[in-house]
């Protein structure tokens, strides 16, 4: 598995879903730039230690950032208001990428988590 692979799922998308999501793409590899790129249930995944811990995926009217933990959002709910989320998934308009803040919580979370 490789960032080709994200790069290939990713040139399946119409616009603005696909540059949303590269951007997102690069927005986590900022905080974790060493994370391996891969697939991960036929979504793009990012892998520390063998450990899945950020992802996103497109859907037909929305998409989704999943850190693959079923407890990251109560952690910050807070500065979730502007979106919907279950235990798995947060859910964002197709054309405005989470802004990096965000996103640097998240896998902080998600990290911490995840353990050394």
Same mark, same amino acid.
């Given at each position: 598995? *490789?960032?080709?692979?994200?790069?290939?799922?990713?040139? +399946? &998308? #119409?616009e603005?879903?696909?540059? *949303? &999501?590269?951007?997102l793409?690069?927005?986590?590899l =900022? %905080?974790?730039?060493?994370?391996?790129? *891969?697939?991960?249930?036929?979504? @793009?995944?990012?892998?520390?230690? +063998?450990?899945? %811990?950020?992802?996103f995926?497109?859907?037909? $009217? $929305? /998409?989704?950032? /999943? @850190? $693959?933990?079923?407890? %990251?959002?109560?952690?910050?709910?807070?500065?979730? *208001?502007?979106?919907?989320?279950?235990? +798995?998934?947060?859910?964002? !308009?197709?054309? #405005? !990428?989470? !802004?990096? =803040? %965000?996103? =640097?919580?998240?896998i902080e979370?998600?990290? $911490?988590q995840? +353990?050394p």
């Amino acid at each position: 598995m *490789t960032a080709a692979e994200i790069d290939a799922y990713l040139a +399946g &998308l #119409e616009e603005p879903k696909r540059s *949303t &999501l590269e951007e997102l793409r690069r927005r986590i590899l =900022n %905080v974790i730039p060493e994370a391996e790129q *891969t697939i991960s249930y036929k979504m @793009p995944a990012f892998r520390i230690d +063998g450990k899945v %811990v950020a992802g996103f995926a497109a859907f037909k $009217h $929305h /998409l989704a950032y /999943l @850190p $693959h933990s079923g407890s %990251v959002f109560e952690e910050m709910a807070e500065d979730l *208001t502007a979106y919907t989320y279950s235990k +798995g998934s947060l859910r964002f !308009p197709v054309d #405005e !990428p989470l !802004p990096q =803040n %965000v996103v =640097n919580r998240l896998i902080e979370i998600r990290l $911490h988590q995840a +353990g050394p």
